[in-house]
């Protein structure tokens, strides 16, 4: 199984700042199983990065990925009041089961 | 618009049975795999299993294989994750979710992905 680690556990920011997220897997995986999702309060996850660094349908360009081996990174540059709230990696590939991490909580300052 | 509906929320007791639903719409609900989610505060996003609506194929995370009965009615459009005998520990917001999929440059790939995700139906198990 793929475990996931995500860090910080809490990222506390201002708008306008730019947010780096960290996802580090505990062996080597092929980045196109790498997922991002955004989940605000009340509501249910959404796709932001698929295959880590391809951006889903609708996702605004300040969303990025990048990584590659065990490492990957969602940044969010010149943050939006509608960006502060949780985020996880997923591992969706081989071998199964298709796993999270933990997540990051981004916060207002 | 692609749309995955929930049933409401459940409260039971302890050793009872449960059936929660998902049903799709706005695609072909045949030709995209569905799977589960579970969400506890302590454990975080889980994925338990998956099923193909067009021949009913199942893969089961292997912490939830013997656990829970996952199933599909493609006459109805509608997935199931079904348990025989809850637990306390089975207390938690369940997410039906669809597979998303998009081939790599090489050809020789997939991306995956889950989107959308439905909005979710808390399960409440307490005496």
């Known amino acids: 199984e793929i475990v996931l680690t995500q860090f910080p556990g809490t990222l506390s920011l201002s708008p306008g700042e730019r947010a780096t997220l960290s996802c580090r897997a505990s062996?080597?995986?092929?980045?196109?199983?790498i997922v991002w999702y955004q989940q605000k309060p009340g509501q249910s996850p959404r796709v932001l990065i698929y295959?880590?660094?391809r951006r889903a349908t609708g996702i605004p360009e300040r969303f990025t990925g990048s990584g590659s081996g065990t490492d990957f990174t969602l940044t969010i540059t010149n943050l939006e009041p509608e960006d502060f709230a949780v985020y996880y990696c997923?591992?969706?590939?081989?071998?199964?089961?298709?796993?999270f991490g933990q997540g990051t909580r981004l916060e207002i300052k | 618009e692609v749309q995955l509906v929930q049933s409401g929320p459940e409260v039971k007791k302890p050793g009872e049975s449960l059936k929660i639903s998902c049903k799709g719409s706005?695609?072909?609900?045949?030709?995209?795999?569905i799977g589960w989610v579970r969400q506890t505060p302590g454990k975080g996003l889980e994925w338990m299993g998956i099923?193909?609506?067009?021949?009913?194929?199942?893969t089961y995370s292997p912490s939830f294989e013997g656990q829970v009965i996952i199933s599909v009615d493609k006459s109805i459009n509608t997935a199931y994750l079904q348990w025989r005998s809850l637990k306390a520990s089975d207390s938690a917001m369940y997410y039906c979710?669809?597979?998303?999929?998009?081939?790599?440059?090489?050809?020789?790939?997939?991306?995956?992905?889950?989107?959308?995700w439905g909005q979710g139906t808390l399960v409440t198990v307490s005496s």
């Open positions: 295959g880590a660094s």
């Open positions: 062996q080597s995986v092929n980045s196109i199983s």
């Open positions: 979710v669809r597979r998303g999929v998009e081939v790599t440059p090489t050809m020789r790939e997939f991306y995956n992905w889950f989107d959308p």
């Open positions: 997923q591992h969706y590939g081989t071998p199964l089961p298709y796993t």
């Open positions: 099923i193909y609506p067009g021949d009913s194929d199942t």
């Open positions: 706005g695609y072909d609900f045949t030709k995209h795999w």
